[in-house]
């Protein structure tokens, strides 16, 4: 199994991103999968997910309305889409899946949010 972000960097305030994550090892319509992220100084905490079917939830209430996750079947990619980004939106940002209840993480991908 292996998942590859891409698509972070710096970005200014009000600006947008969109995240990728490459999978591969595994059959990707199958699972679900998911986007966390990881301030300096903080616990890494969930950001986006998305079920099998393409169902979406976003719980994270600071991005609420901002983010958006989707997936490619025919890619084997998921996708986060980040509106109107802010300072408080730095983070290193991680692809997820648990696979046969093993956890998979990718490398991880740096949003920073600055002028």
């Known amino acids: 199994v292996q998942l590859v972000e891409s698509g972070g960097g710096l970005v200014q305030p009000g600006g947008s991103l969109r995240l990728s994550c490459a999978a591969s090892?595994?059959?990707?319509?199958?699972?679900?999968m998911s986007w966390y992220r990881q301030a300096p100084g903080k616990e890494r905490e969930l950001v986006a997910f998305i079920n099998e079917a393409g169902g979406s939830t976003v719980p994270e209430d600071s991005v609420k309305g901002r983010f958006t996750i989707s997936r490619d079947n025919a890619k084997n990619t998921v996708y986060l889409q980040m509106n109107s980004l802010n300072g408080e939106d730095t983070a290193v940002y991680y692809c997820?899946?648990?696979?046969?209840?093993?956890?998979?993480w990718g490398q991880g991908t740096q949003v920073t949010v600055s002028s």
């Open positions: 997820y899946a648990r696979i046969n209840t093993r956890d998979f």
């Open positions: 090892g595994f059959t990707f319509s199958r699972y679900a």
